[in-house]
């Protein structure tokens, strides 16, 4: 997000800084698994307008950052397939999708016999699938990298292993950040720390964005690229997903678990990330294993992305996108970089503002500070 973001900026003719605790792109953009499955993904309850414009603008956006950077960043549209293991898996995945079709999006219903014919791999006697030839794939890897190539070659200044401290604030404004090399002043402040964006000092309690880690695990196998297992990114019941590569390696993800930043692989959850992959492709189980990691997504209070303005004059925030980060980005630095530049948040970023936040974070806060009154009585 902050390396989008400081990219259009910078186009713009902005002079922009970007400070990283770590490696530029090394954080929940490295970890994730590059699905823009925003069709697919949609579910009775949802608002995904959001994420459906964003898909919308992937195709350009890939063409624009890859001519600019110079570096190919993996985008495929072969589609998203989602299986059905069991007859009460095709019953909940019919109405999924008779829903989605409702929404005018679309998906194709495919047999057993159809899904086969398309990825011979699947398990025999599978009861149907659902194709969305829309949904397509990026390597996240290559995207953080091309990001960063662009940021620079527009004119951003990128300072990784550099971690900020604190926000600077005069006047009830945000004038700057504070980093152990010293303090540097700014006209306008953007916060993109992902699930880290709690920790940065200076923020009054109040006006802290309610994100927290939302922990994953994954793994990746190694296939031949020459004859893949797979060819479609797959979902598979229950929430896994299976997203071939390029260069040969299938990504197997991801637990979704609320274990704050423990950083660690367990048993359990690899165990059940191969099960559950296993379970839709057999054929993996004579794959070697070639890495396995833990990321942490920047989950909000309801879990929806918390774009613009942050209650305190030029903060903006830009976190919160949970499973959806990377589909996320072209739109999410379209209307910050806007924002920032005209002062207008777009309509359709209107219901994402932290601010929707706010008063709840005041009567949490006098409901707390009451407790402490009768405690201290």
Same mark, same amino acid.
């Given at each position: 997000?902050?390396?989008?973001?400081?990219?259009?900026?910078?186009?713009?003719?902005?002079?922009?800084?970007?400070?990283?605790?770590? !490696?530029?792109?090394?954080?929940?953009?490295?970890?994730? $698994? =590059?699905?823009? +499955?925003?069709? /697919?993904? @949609? &579910?009775? %309850?949802?608002?995904?307008?959001?994420?459906?414009?964003?898909?919308?603008?992937?195709?350009?956006?890939?063409?624009?950052?890859?001519?600019?950077?110079?570096?190919?960043?993996?985008?495929?549209?072969?589609?998203?397939?989602?299986?059905?293991?069991?007859?009460?898996?095709?019953?909940?995945?019919?109405?999924?999708?008779?829903?989605?079709?409702?929404?005018?999006?679309?998906?194709?219903?495919?047999?057993?016999?159809?899904?086969?014919?398309?990825?011979?791999?699947?398990?025999?006697?599978?009861?149907?699938?659902?194709?969305?030839?829309?949904?397509?794939?990026?390597?996240?890897?290559?995207?953080?990298?091309?990001?960063?190539?662009a940021a620079r070659r527009a004119g951003a200044v990128l300072h !990784?292993?550099?971690?900020?401290?604190?926000?600077?604030? $005069? =006047?009830?404004? +945000?004038?700057? /950040?504070? @980093? &152990?090399? %010293?303090?540097?002043?700014?006209?306008?402040?953007?916060?993109?720390?992902?699930?880290?964006?709690?920790?940065?000092?200076?923020?009054?309690?109040?006006?802290?964005?309610?994100?927290?880690?939302?922990?994953?695990?994954?793994?990746?196998?190694?296939?031949?690229?020459?004859?893949?297992?797979?060819?479609?990114?797959?979902?598979?019941?229950?929430?896994?997903?299976?997203?071939?590569?390029?260069?040969?390696?299938?990504?197997?993800?991801?637990?979704?678990?609320?274990?704050?930043?423990?950083?660690?692989?367990?048993?359990?959850?690899?165990?059940?990330?191969?099960?559950?992959?296993?379970?839709?492709?057999?054929?993996?189980?004579?794959?070697?294993?070639?890495?396995?990691?833990?990321?942490?997504?920047?989950?909000?209070?309801?879990d929806a992305p918390m774009l613009g303005p942050s209650g305190i004059?030029?903060?903006?925030?830009?976190?919160?996108?949970?499973?959806?980060?990377?589909?996320?980005?072209?739109?999410?630095?379209?209307?910050?970089?806007?924002?920032?530049?005209?002062?207008?948040?777009?309509?359709?970023?209107?219901?994402?503002?932290?601010?929707?936040?706010?008063?709840?974070?005041?009567?949490?806060?006098?409901?707390?500070?009451?407790?402490?009154?009768?405690?201290?009585?």
């Open positions: 997000m902050g390396l989008s973001i400081a990219w259009r900026l910078a186009q713009s003719g902005c002079p922009v800084a970007v400070y990283d605790a770590g !490696e530029a792109a090394r954080g929940a953009s490295w970890a994730a $698994a =590059g699905m823009l +499955a925003a069709a /697919v993904e @949609t &579910e009775p %309850g949802e608002d995904k307008l959001l994420s459906l414009e964003s898909q919308k603008l992937w195709p350009d956006f890939t063409r624009e950052l890859e001519a600019v950077s110079g570096i190919a960043i993996g985008y495929r549209d072969e589609g998203t397939m989602v299986v059905a293991l069991t007859r009460d898996d095709a019953e909940q995945l019919r109405f999924t999708y008779e829903f989605q079709k409702s929404l005018g999006l679309q998906l194709d219903w495919l047999s057993g016999a159809e899904a086969r014919r398309r990825e011979p791999h699947v398990r025999p006697g599978i009861p149907g699938a659902v194709l969305s030839l829309r949904d397509h794939q990026v390597e996240n890897r290559l995207l953080g990298r091309a990001l960063a190539e !990784e292993h550099c971690p900020v401290r604190e926000l600077s604030l $005069a =006047g009830g404004r +945000a004038c700057g /950040v504070v @980093t &152990e090399f %010293g303090s540097a002043r700014a006209d306008a402040v953007i916060l993109a720390a992902g699930a880290w964006s709690r920790e940065i000092g200076g923020i009054p309690r109040s006006h802290l964005p309610p994100v927290r880690p939302i922990k994953g695990q994954m793994l990746a196998l190694r296939m031949d690229p020459e004859t893949p297992l797979l060819r479609h990114v797959m979902w598979l019941p229950r929430g896994g997903y299976l997203v071939p590569r390029l260069d040969g390696r299938l990504l197997v993800g991801g637990t979704v678990e609320e274990r704050g930043f423990d950083g660690s692989l367990t048993a359990g959850g690899l165990l059940a990330l191969i099960e559950g992959a296993w379970r839709a492709v057999p054929a993996i189980e004579e794959l070697p294993v070639a890495e396995t990691w833990v990321g942490f997504r920047p989950g909000s209070r309801d004059d030029r903060l903006v925030i830009a976190t919160g996108h949970h499973r959806n980060g990377i589909l996320l980005t072209p739109v999410t630095a379209q209307l910050i970089s806007d924002y920032v530049l005209t002062g207008r948040l777009a309509e359709s970023a209107q219901p994402f503002t932290p601010e929707r936040f706010l008063n709840t974070r005041h009567h949490t806060a006098e409901r707390s500070e009451l407790v402490e009154a009768i405690e201290a009585q």
